[in-house]
T-cell receptor, first 115, second 111 residues
Framework: DTGVSQDPRHKITKRGQNVTFRCDPI?????LYWYRQTLGQGPEFLTY????????KSRLLSDRFSAERPKGSFSTLEIQRTEQGDSAMYLC?????????????FGSGTQLSVL | DAKTTQPPSMDCAEGRAANLPCNHS???????VYWYRQIHSQGPQYIIH???NNETNEMASLIITEDRKSSTLILPHATLRDTAVYYC????????????FGTGTRLTIIP
């Protein structure tokens, strides 16, 4: 069990640029979640997948955000035309996806800074 | 999901029991109480969860009051590595796969 892996750990970009983050869940975990966390706040839910199907999206996920999980394994989160308000830690989590309300395993996150 | 209220910060001496309270006065009968913690620069880590009975595992104990309106997470012998933000979350037992975090309690273990 290598845990949830996120890449990159840190990303600095200029306002208006596009960025993409990758998440590799724990092997054979069917559910995958994206969260966003700003300084001093708890993580905020963005979206989650059951296998390759995106089942829920938060209102926080504006049109500039898109998440994919094409083969039901790794996932990518893309932010287009980044804004300074997008600066945050982006966390990925996974769970086995076989029963309701399983515990989530989180990665260490990608810290995004938009200049 | 029901809202939770936690103190923003607490201190505890190393080696002593850390008792972290959480109020969830609007909790429904089908909602569980979950605890996660987040150590600096890491993602949240599951600790324990329960419905109405007290629970214990290798990390902590969870005490839920009889009316279920509040709970206490107990770390029996706190170490410096327990310094973290602790989140109390209530979650329905089916049909809601996401966790909704509040701002948590920042626990500092004092040497």
């Amino acid at each position: 069990d290598t845990g949830v892996s996120q890449d990159p750990r840190h990303k600095i970009t200029k306002r208006g640029q596009n960025v993409t983050f990758r998440c590799d869940p724990i092997s054979e975990h069917n559910r995958l979640y994206w969260y966003r966390q700003t300084l001093g706040q708890g993580p905020e839910f963005l979206t989650y997948f059951q296998n390759e199907a995106q089942l829920e999206k938060s209102r926080l996920l504006s049109d500039r955000f898109s998440a994919e999980r094409p083969k039901g394994s790794f996932s990518t989160l893309e932010i287009q035309r980044t804004e300074q308000g997008d600066s945050a830690m982006y966390l990925c989590a996974s769970s086995p996806g076989r029963t309701p309300n399983e515990k989530l395993f989180f990665g260490s996150g990608t810290q995004l800074s938009v200049l | 999901d029901a809202k939770t209220t936690q103190p923003p910060s607490m201190d505890c001496a190393e080696g002593r029991a850390a008792n972290l309270p959480c109020n969830h006065s609007t909790i429904s009968g089908n909602e569980y109480v979950y605890w996660y913690r987040q150590i600096h620069s890491q993602g949240p880590q599951y600790i324990i969860h329960g419905l109405k009975n007290n629970e214990t595992n290798e990390m902590a104990s969870l005490i839920i009051t009889e009316d279920r309106k509040s709970s206490t997470l107990i770390l029996p012998h706190a170490t410096l590595r327990d310094t973290a933000v602790y989140y109390c979350i209530v979650r329905v037992n089916f049909g809601n796969e996401k966790l909704t975090f509040g701002t948590g309690t920042r626990l500092t273990i004092i040497p």
